[in-house]
């Protein structure tokens, strides 16, 4: 606690000045080990006492070297916690780190680049929590996000990656950043980052992804200014995709590209057919989305990476639902040809232990059998995809309500194509009465209701009721569900 004492002692009066740069270096220092250990009350006293307002003037003080005002923004960096309880103080340490932004110095660039990257993560932490630091630090005319978007155009890897990590921590807060970006040249410096920076850390690639993700997020003028703005986007995202040993769960840079590529597939305005067959006749995009698919986790995998593993695999499912629901026939019929993709998704709707896997599997079979007129149904059926529902329907109490319309649509496909044929498989499964209790369980859900009420009245109890009790005596005699063969 002496050390924060001393500091506003010394920074409120002339003693500062007559500490030498090694001291007041050695002094910042201490200060920044101190902060570490500090309870939350010392910290609000640091702050109250006018700590903050010490550290600032510190920043703007152009007779001290670089390496304490460094450790100055390194001490706000840490305290920045607190900024959302104290957004009076922390709004003229943000006004000081952009006064050291726009400082414009040739000598000792690297420095002076090195310092400015500290200065941006300070910034970063305090646009979190705050909608007051977030305008301080913007600014009326944008002023504050043009700054850090240039600094990018220096294309140095760590000082890009924490100015996109800053960039998306205002994404994340407030949506509307997307105009001020976009106004500050933001696909140049996306452009810039991937034609010249020769050596780019994963982490440079994840931060720039998440960027270009919140970016397609907002808007469709937006989306579309994006994608014109950064020639061959697919080839570039896919070239980026880690799938080798280790790095498909480890590599922060699959999930964004993952999630960006299945948004683009949503935007109507976007050459759609163009972007699949693109796609489709990328080979490392699908052995990328294969290797996922086909991913088992070993025995001894830690636990995290075994859950990244079923989030890739649930958003790669996601995203060939996209492919699927967006698609020409042409590229959709190369899709359902692929015997390995399809074998591999009825597996997982038939054999993964998570809820999400199996769900997004389920939807995507349901995509393949139901498009262009279930033309391709009878592709699918003879992998038993019918038990992964029925067995959904088992656990209809723990459903969320959009999985079982997926499956109640299915259910109602394989009636309309098969007739009582899938009628007393469904019979057999010992599932009609799960189907029945989904209405009262979700009675509130009227299009699910209305889903159940017309499967059970145009289907099963039509054409059910004759054949219930001869399938009933067939299941006693054999010991199994009667079959359904396509």
């Not at 019918?386 to 319309?405: G, R, S």
Request: aromatic share 8%; net charge negative.
């Amino acid at each position: 606690m002496a050390i924060l004492e001393r500091v506003i002692v010394r920074g409120q009066s002339s003693e500062q000045a007559g500490l030498s740069q090694k001291e007041k270096l050695r002094q910042m220092k201490d200060l920044r080990f101190s902060l570490n250990h500090q309870t939350d009350e010392a910290c609000f006293e640091f702050i109250k006492s006018g700590g903050i307002e010490v550290l600032s003037r510190i920043l703007l003080d152009p007779t001290l070297n670089m390496q304490v005002q460094e450790e100055a923004v390194w001490s706000i960096t840490n305290l920045s916690f607190y900024s959302s309880q104290f957004e009076g103080e922390f709004q003229v340490a943000a006004q000081a780190l952009l006064q050291l932004l726009r400082v414009d110095r040739i000598d000792n660039l690297a420095a002076i680049l090195n310092l400015k990257q500290q200065c941006i993560q300070a910034l970063g932490n305090l646009a979190i929590d705050s909608a007051v630091l977030r305008g301080t630090i913007l600014g009326l005319d944008g002023s504050g996000m043009k700054l850090i978007v240039d600094l990018i155009m220096f294309n140095r890897a760590p000082l890009s990656e924490q100015c996109f990590w800053t960039i998306n921590n205002f994404l994340l807060s407030d949506r509307q950043c997307s105009q001020l970006l976009i106004q500050a040249d933001i696909c140049k410096a996306i452009v810039s980052t991937w034609d010249r920076i020769k050596t780019k850390p994963q982490e440079l690639m994840s931060e720039l992804a998440w960027t270009i993700n919140y970016l397609l997020d907002f808007d469709e003028v937006t989306v579309l200014h994006v994608f014109s703005q950064i020639p061959h986007l697919l080839k570039r995202l896919t070239s980026e995709l880690e799938f080798e040993g280790d790095r498909l769960q480890q590599s922060p840079t699959n999930r964004p590209i993952i999630r960006i590529l299945g948004n683009l597939l949503t935007i109507p305005s976007l050459p759609q057919d163009d972007l699949v067959s693109e796609l489709v006749s990328d080979d490392r995009f699908q052995t990328f989305m294969l290797t996922v698919l086909l991913n088992k986790p070993s025995s001894g995998l830690i636990e995290n990476l075994s859950q990244q593993g079923n989030l890739y695999k649930k958003e790669c499912l996601w995203l060939l639902s996209n492919i699927l629901g967006t698609t020409s026939e042409q590229n959709f019929e190369i899709m359902v040809e692929n015997k390995i993709l399809v074998d591999c998704v009825c597996s997982l709707a038939n054999s993964s232990t998570d809820y999400g896997v199996r769900k997004e599997a389920l939807v995507t079979i349901y995509n393949m059998c139901e498009n262009y007129q279930s033309k391709y149904l009878p592709r699918i059926m003879p992998r038993n995809p019918q038990e992964a529902f029925f067995t959904m329907l088992n656990h209809y109490e723990t459903c969320d309500p959009y999985t079982l319309q997926v499956v109640v649509s299915f259910c109602t496909l394989i009636c309309e194509k098969y007739g009582e044929e899938a009628v007393q498989s469904i019979v057999a499964s010992n599932t009609v009465e799960m189907i029945e209790n989904i209405k009262y369980k979700y009675h509130e859900n009227s299009q699910l209701v209305a889903m159940v009420n017309s499967l059970l009245d145009t289907y099963i109890y039509k054409q059910g009721n004759e054949g219930f009790e001869e399938i009933e005596g067939n299941k006693q005699s054999q010991g199994q569900p009667g079959s359904f063969s396509i």
